[in-house]
């Protein structure tokens, strides 16, 4: 215990620095959080359609610029979301938002695994609905 007294005495900027990061990516993500939910297309979990597709039809010239800049700021969300989970912030909410902008093997199976979850899914429509959006469709809602 002695030795970690003497490393955070030590280390009081670093530690410092590390808890204003740590607040401003938490009141980020509070003011963010809504918006970027609520440019989630309605239908983005029962649809099955290439990811690259969307881009290359609407930005012919620059869709792979789009893309590299979509998984660079998802790489950022990601490691805020595991931040945030040790740290105050919505970490969760903020990991699920990076791999929606990340590509990678098996994303939309397990994009659909956190999403879903019975905590997740309600709270991703609540952020929806305080951007007056439409709420996300569930695949169990298109089974009924």
Known sequence: MNSFKIWAIDNQSLLTSVAAVSVFIFFLSLLSLPWVVSKIPKDYFVRNTNRFDFW?????????????????VGFFLLIGGLIMLVLPGQGIITVIISL?????????????????????????????????????ISPNQLKN
């Open 56 to 72: 290359r039809e609407k930005f012919p010239s620059s869709w792979l610029i789009i893309i590299i800049i979509k998984n660079v």
């Open 100 to 136: 929606i902008f990340l590509d990678y093997p098996g994303k939309s199976h397990l994009e659909r695994k956190f999403a879903l979850n019975k905590k997740v899914f309600p709270k991703l429509n609540w952020l929806r609905e305080k951007a007056k959006t439409e709420p996300l």
